[in-house]
C-alpha cells in the first residue's frame, strides 16, 4: 500500500473512533440528565405526597376541625352550658350542666365549672372560678375547657364584635367516619415561580368570612405567576406568622372543587423578589368539613379565569357505616 493511501486510511480510521467517543459522551451526558431529571421528578412527588400525609394528619387530630359539633353565639351576661335541655347554652356533648359562663360587658370571660362536672381548663383541673382567654387574645392561646375524660372541649372565640362557644368532640362522625380528600394527579406544571410586589407598609385589605363578617388584615402585596404566557395576580394577607396566605377560586370552583374557596400558603420572597406559588398544595377550607367554622372567603381579585387542575378536590362524604 502506498503512503498516502496509508495515512488517509488511519485519518479515516481515527476520525471515526473520535467520532464514537463524541457519541458516547454524548449519549452519557443524555443519560445523566435524564437520571437528574427522573430524580427531581421523584423528590418533587415526595414532598407534595409528604405535605398531603401532613395535612391529613393536622386535619384528623383529636381536636382539628372534623371534630367541631357547635358553635353557639354568647351574649352579654351569664349562660348555664351544658347537654341538658335547661341550658341556655345547649351543647351537643358532655354532661346535662358543665358550668356557667360570664361575658362581661368588656369583653371578659369568666368561666365556673359546676361541681362533679370533671372539668379541666388547658390541662388543669378546674376547681373555681376561672378567667378564660378568647382566640383573639393576642398575648395568649385560647383557654381549652376539657371535659368527658378529654375527648370533648370547648373554646370561645371572637369574630367582629361577637363572642361565640366552639364545641369539638373527637368522637363526632364526621371525624370517625372521615372518607379522605382526593386529589388532582400532581402536575409540576402548576408550581410557579411567582414575582412579589410589596404594598405600603401597614395596607389592609377586606376580607369577608362566610357569616358576612368583614375583617381588615395585613395586605403585604401581590403574587404574579404566568401560565401559558398569561399573567394572573392573587392579593396576599399575612395572618400573623410571616406567611403569605392565599385565599382563591378558580374555574374549578363548585364543579370539582369546593366552590367557596381554596386556601394556600407561600414564602416570603427571596432577595430577588420571588417566591413560588404551588397549587398542588392547595387545600379546601375547613368550612368544606364542618358548618361551624368561620372561613374567609378571597376578594375579588383572586378569583382567577384558570382552571387550577391541581390541589385537593372537593372532600369525600363521611363513612356512613363508620359514623354510627
Known sequence: MKPISIALTLLVVLSAAAGCTDHAAERAAADRAAAAAKAARLAYQREILDWRAGRLQQLTKPDGWLSLVGMHWLEEGNTRIG??????????????????LKVGHDGSLRFTADPGAAVTV????ATGPVTL?????????????GFNKGDASFLVIKRGDRYALRVRDALAPTRTGFAGIPSFP???AF????????????QTIAITNVLGLVNAMANPGTVTFTRDGKPFTLEAVDEGDHRLFL?????????????????????????????????????????AF??????????LSNRLDLAVTAGELK??????????
Open 186 to 188: 400532581i402536575d409540576p
Open 290 to 299: 364542618t358548618d361551624y367554622a368561620t372561613c374567609p372567603l378571597p376578594p
Open 83 to 100: 347537654h341538658a335541655a335547661d341550658n341556655g347554652t345547649r351543647i351537643a356533648v358532655g354532661p346535662d350542666h358543665l358550668g356557667v
Open 133 to 145: 382567654a378568647s382566640d383573639a387574645d393576642p398575648k395568649v392561646d385560647a383557654s381549652v375547657v
Open 247 to 287: 385565599v382563591y377560586t378558580d374555574r374549578t370552583s363548585g364543579h370539582q372543587t369546593y366552590p367557596a374557596s381554596r386556601f394556600l400558603y407561600a414564602e416570603y420572597p427571596d432577595a430577588s423578589g420571588h417566591t413560588v406559588v404551588d397549587f398542588n398544595k392547595g387545600y379546601n377550607p375547613p368550612c
Open 191 to 202: 408550581r410557579f415561580k411567582a414575582i412579589f410586589h410589596a404594598h405600603p407598609a401597614g
Open 122 to 125: 388547658n390541662g388543669a383541673e
Open 315 to 324: 372532600p369525600n362524604k363521611p363513612n356512613a357505616m363508620a359514623a354510627h
